[in-house]
């Protein structure tokens, strides 16, 4: 099968080379060598023609030019819409490194502190209490924490909020007490409570959601706007959104579904798009394309396409591990349907920056150490390692997350794009 789009410029001779570094992406189409991305073809073709993953959209890229990008299967099993490098899809948990860069331009600019207690920014953050259990007729047992939240405990996620996906104790809070989840994006999804005193441990959860809300309070505007001023229109990132435009929902690919038996299906599933708080945690839908700008602004410093979007500075502290002796732990699934066990790197030890998890060593695809990566609930990922150079983006529409099918294609991809280089 050809994919619908599969374009590469490789580094030695390449058209498109140098186009990164300042105007729009521009890809060549030079003939696949030797040392081409074939294979990567190859297994995303067979991937879809199986029905094995409904659609995937890959790039990869340098600092000099695009290494690959390929389209393969369809927006939704069943109908005719091919994948395409423009094709949109929601990019869920990929939004926090971007809600994180808007509240580090706020750092920069004097108006936000990642030592400042955050109550004194969003004051309803001061109501979160510790839950320490529930009593024998179910009643949530909570006590105040022992410290202030500050942005860096929430940039960092050791605040001590969680996510239902991963932590039962969350679901049965947001059961007896009526908390809806996150994904309602309605204000009320914030009063779930710190599941430990802030700085003591490392859970994820929906600290970014407050985050975005420091970024709101101080900047006046909603975060679309925010992001749209300060982020997207300089990276040209025309393709991202919270809320889905006309143009782009023409180009929307559909969230599926993999039963106990593997067979996936299209299901109904689109975050508000009138949602009482815009979710700086995960709200984000967006492109291949558009994301991959924003991984090369953070490679290369902070500036792309002649825009200065962060201090050099700023990167390289957002790149540190920020968590000292705690780990990245294994993710325990608490709800089989949206999200498998996740354990990242077994085997390794794995820290966290401002908004970035970061490997501690070499990763078997070529991944250097220190290199910065996450992901979206829908198995969308990417990486950023500025030590090569290089850094990729892999969207696909399949829940739950951490889907073995995609971590392996995804595995395959990163493996070749090293090798290509």
Not at 157 to 179: M, N, P, Q, S
Not at 264 to 288: D, K, R, S, V
Not at 329 to 341: E, G, H, K, Y
Request: proline share 6%.
């Amino acid at each position: 099968m050809t994919p619908t789009l599969s374009r590469r410029a490789f580094l030695k001779g390449a058209a498109g080379a140098g186009a990164l570094a300042s105007g729009p992406l521009v890809l060549s189409r030079p003939a696949l060598g030797k040392n081409g991305l074939r294979s990567v073809d190859d297994a995303l073709s067979r991937a879809v023609e199986t029905k094995a993953m409904p659609g995937v959209v890959v790039v990869a890229a340098t600092d000099k030019a695009i290494v690959y990008e390929g389209a393969f299967g369809k927006r939704e099993l069943g109908k005719e819409a091919p994948m395409t490098a423009d094709t949109v899809v929601w990019i869920a948990s990929m939004t926090k490194a971007i809600t994180a860069t808007a509240a580090m331009q706020l750092v920069e600019r004097g108006k936000l502190s990642l030592e400042q207690p955050a109550s004194e920014v969003v004051p309803e953050i001061a109501a979160a209490k510790v839950l320490e259990g529930f009593d024998a007729a179910g009643k949530p047992r909570l006590r105040a924490p022992k410290r202030p939240i500050t942005l860096e405990h929430l940039l960092t996620h050791t605040a001590g909020f969680g996510y239902d996906l991963w932590d039962a104790a969350i679901g049965e809070y947001e059961k007896v007490t009526g908390t809806p989840g996150i994904i309602s994006c309605k204000n009320a999804a914030l009063t779930t409570p710190l599941m430990f005193d802030p700085g003591d441990r490392w859970e994820y959860g929906i600290s970014i959601d407050w985050a975005g809300k420091m970024v709101e309070a101080v900047s006046g505007t909603r975060l679309e706007q925010y992001f749209r001023e300060n982020i997207f229109d300089p990276l040209g990132m025309g393709d991202t959104s919270f809320q889905i435009s006309p143009s782009q929902r023409t180009r929307l690919a559909s969230v599926h579904q993999r039963d106990e038996k593997g067979a996936l299906a299209p299901i109904q599933f689109e975050i508000p798009q009138e949602p009482e708080f815009l979710m700086g945690g995960g709200g984000l839908y967006g492109t291949a394309r558009d994301y991959l700008a924003f991984t090369q602004m953070i490679m290369q410093g902070g500036r792309f396409r002649g825009a200065q979007v962060l201090r050099p500075e700023t990167v390289a502290l957002m790149s540190q591990n920020h968590i000292g002796a705690l780990e990245v732990p294994v993710f325990r699934t608490a709800a089989p349907t949206l999200s498998n066990d996740v354990e990242l790197f077994p085997g390794m030890s794995k820290k966290w920056g401002l908004s970035f998890l970061i490997n501690s060593q070499q990763t078997s695809s070529g991944r250097s150490a220190g290199s910065l990566a996450w992901a979206g609930l829908a198995n969308t990922y990417f990486w950023i390692d500025p030590t090569k150079r290089v850094s990729g983006v892999f969207l696909s529409q399949v829940l739950p997350f951490y889907d073995a099918t995609a971590i392996e294609l995804l595995g395959k991809f990163e493996t070749e794009v090293y090798r290509a280089l």
